[in-house]
């Protein structure tokens, strides 16, 4: 499309033909997620002539449906809260065909207070079952005409591919992530370090990869029979913050079940939190954990790395506390120089 060129102009054929052209451009040369969901947006919001559009994807593990690509040429999305994004989310989730709407409600400040301004959702469906995602987009200069429904019809046709395309280009980046974690968290275990110099190298590898305020270690004390907070990043939780509690709470829950738990929505302003027990030959270790703020849960893509790092620094947790514990028990009878060398 020639730049300036307006793209109502054109015939209605010719716009699906434009459209189809680079949105198969776009899939061709997409190599990471986000480029390709940033991609359809600004093709949408360009053939459509639209002010604002979003792009809202379902998490395959949730079902939820997650805003994953705007373009915003009316500064308008910049006015909605978190509370008007989740919100506005489970409305047009309840969208099954394309919708144009007046407005968006209370959830929206999109074309508040301009006349004439109409939003179009259009159900992003594969198969003809399963909702992949929804496009949302907002104009305030006229209503959308019955030959643009038309091309947001032929439009879904596409965009159910180029969204199941996309989710597999985030699960390729997903594991090529977790292999170069796991090579470096490996490396960790394998340098000459101090124990609790080596667990918070780890926590911060974890947090490198996986956003969170909080990455924490808590260590079972057999003779207390709890968990005691050995290491931490990069708060400490041992001292003012609030979350200690909330932490503590999820770190005995997950030894209790035996498995990874994930919290959601605490309280003490933690929006998520994730633990997965250390336990080797029925022996409880203790716990590895993570905590975010805001509304952001752990994906099943980020619990799967944290059980994998876990699976990984058990074996090297476990021999260092039982070194520790021979050396207290030898150390009241063996020379200093024998116990070292044992």
Known sequence: MEKGHDPRTLPLPERKLELLMEMDSLRDDAEDPDDLLSGIVEVMAKGLAADTCLLFVTDPSSGEQELRAIRDHSGKVGELSTENLAALSDDIR???????????????ALIRDV????????????????????????????PFDASEVDLLD???????????????????????RELETIYRVDRIRDTPLGFDEMLDRVLDEL???????????LLYDRAGKQLELRATSPEDLTGHWSGAGEIEAAANEAVHAGELI?????????????????????????????????????????QRLLRAIASQMDTAIFETLEQGRLRKVLGRTVDPHVLERL
């Open 207 to 217: 947090r490198r990869v996986i956003h969170s305020e909080v990455a924490f270690i």
């Open 94 to 108: 309840q969208a099954t065909r394309i919708e144009i709407l007046e407005g968006l409600g209370a959830h929206s």
């Open 154 to 176: 032929f439009a879904e046709t596409q965009l159910d591919s180029a969204l199941v395309q996309a989710q597999r280009l985030h699960e390729l980046d997903l594991r090529s």
């Open 262 to 302: 994930l919290r959601e929505g605490p309280e003490q302003g933690i929006g998520s939190i994730m633990c997965v027990p250390l336990i080797l030959r029925e022996e409880i270790l203790g716990v590895f954990g993570m905590a975010r703020s805001g509304s952001g849960r752990f994906k099943e893509g980020e």
């Open 115 to 142: 006349d004439g301004g109409q939003v179009a959702v259009v159900p992003i469906v594969m198969g003809g079952e399963d909702r992949v995602g929804t496009l949302l987009l907002a104009r305030t200069d006229r």
